[in-house]
């Protein structure tokens, strides 16, 4: 039992090590990318921050679309059936609110940092 | 007397609601019809037997909808159409209160129009926010329902004396809100109304219910109050919804609110579920929760008769 333990704890270690070893290296490569949810009529989580540069994929797992509108106008999506995926990417500092247009009480706030 | 400044009936209003009514108390002895004394509770029968014309209004056919709630909404909006087909009296004219389709597309469009058109029927559509979400954000549907429309799809008609008004709450909505009918289309329904005596029966017909059945949920309309503040001096108010996908209603002085069931799934009552998304019932329930609305209009009483009918009673 204890041997299994240290022997799972071992190779989790390693996973996590490699893990850091492959995104250290990988990032320069692959701007950074953050996914939310949309699941019962609610953005999860409605609140979020980021660095600049970020990429912010919205996938609808609801049975009903929702859409992803900036208040701004900054972004767009069109209807998101069940499982579509919209993303947008952060380039710019600031905090921006979003909602979804079929469903206006769903509101979403993007904190971007530089 | 304060509440009655709050209802906003004043003495020429009440004196003219009671003139109507009259009338339509002598309208029913001459009938010789039983007249029922519950505002909701009249009988098919009798209300068929009486009236000047009946209508249906059928809506949220969903189509194009996959989800477990109902796989097959063609299916159920056939059925409902097949029951519309099977009345012993024909209506008039059928209502859509709108999203026709779940996603817009073009062929979801045609899908519904190919079973719609099996009742024979004249019918008249307002837009539900499913019904907008093409790429022009509604242009698919005025092109193919809003010929004789204006704005985002709202018009006006009269049948045997009733004006009928369809009206858009699913455009342009603000974040944080409800449906909203917007400046331009209040300005349009008071220019509507302006030339109508209080005696003509109203309609009103709108895809999210134009009383605020849920506010967490957003089943309401913003600037609803604005709207039935220019119908208050008409002695007979019907407002016809969808949206909620289910049975309810409410009588408000000479106001009667009433949504209709869906023919493509239903959604929970508010406060039951944590979001209104589509209610996953057992098979065999399925058509028990799905149905169609019929109106019947008699000359002269109020309100309207109104009578909805589960998919499954035959």
Redesign the interface.
């Known amino acids: 039992m204890s041997l299994f333990h240290d022997g799972l704890r071992a190779f989790a270690a390693g996973t996590a090590a490699a893990c850091v070893l492959y995104s250290a290296i990988a990032a320069p490569m692959a701007p950074a990318e953050t996914h939310l949810s949309i699941d019962n009529f609610v953005f999860k989580p409605d609140a979020i921050t980021v660095r600049a540069g970020t990429t912010v994929v919205w996938e609808n797992d609801d049975d009903i679309p929702h859409t992803v509108v900036a208040l701004d106008g900054a972004f767009r999506s069109q209807a998101l059936d069940t499982e579509d995926k919209f993303s947008f990417t952060f380039a710019q500092a600031g905090t921006f609110e979003y909602f979804c247009s079929l469903h206006p009480r769903m509101k979403g706030q993007v904190v971007v940092t530089p | 007397m304060t509440q009655e400044k709050d209802d906003g009936i004043d003495r020429r209003g009440a004196l003219e609601c009671m003139i109507w009514a009259g009338t339509g108390v002598l309208w029913t002895l001459v009938g010789g019809v039983p007249r029922s004394s519950s505002l909701l509770g009249i009988s098919e029968a009798n209300a068929q037997a009486a009236s000047g014309f009946s209508f249906l209004q059928i809506s949220d056919s969903h189509i194009g909808?996959?989800?477990?709630?109902n796989p097959n909404p063609v299916a159920t909006l056939d059925e409902a159409i097949g029951k519309i087909s099977a009345l012993p009296q024909k209506p008039a004219f059928m209502l859509h209160t709108g999203d026709i389709t779940?996603?817009?597309k073009p062929e979801e469009f045609d899908n519904a129009d190919q079973a719609i058109v099996k009742a024979k029927l004249d019918t008249f559509y307002v837009p539900g926010?499913?019904d907008i979400?093409d790429?022009g954000q509604g242009k698919a549907y005025l092109e193919r329902y809003g010929k004789r429309a204006q704005g985002a799809g709202w018009h006006s008609f009269d049948h045997g004396g009733v004006h009928f008004v369809g009206l858009v709450n699913v455009a342009n909505?603000?974040?944080?809100?409800?449906g909203t009918l917007g400046d331009e289309q209040l300005a349009w329904l008071a220019d509507d109304l302006k030339g109508k005596s209080a005696s003509t029966p109203i309609v009103l017909f709108a895809h999210i219910p134009l009383w605020t059945v849920s506010a967490?949920?957003?089943w309401g309309t913003e600037d609803s109050a604005q709207a039935l503040g220019l119908v208050k001096r008409f002695g007979s108010v019907t407002v016809l919804n969808g949206h909620i996908h289910q049975l309810m209603q409410k009588v408000e002085g000479t106001v009667t609110f009433h949504t209709a069931r869906s023919t493509a799934f239903p959604q929970p009552a508010p406060g039951t579920a944590?979001?209104?998304?589509?209610l996953k019932v057992p098979d065999d329930q399925l058509r028990h929760v799905l149905g169609i609305t019929s109106v019947a209009v008699k000359q002269g009483t109020q309100p309207l008769a109104i009578t909805d009918s589960e998919l499954a009673k035959t």
Request: no cysteine; aromatic share 8%; charged share 25%.
């Open positions: 909808f996959k989800a477990p709630a779940h996603l817009s926010e499913h979400i790429e909505l603000k974040a944080g809100g409800m967490d949920w957003g944590k979001s209104p998304g589509p």
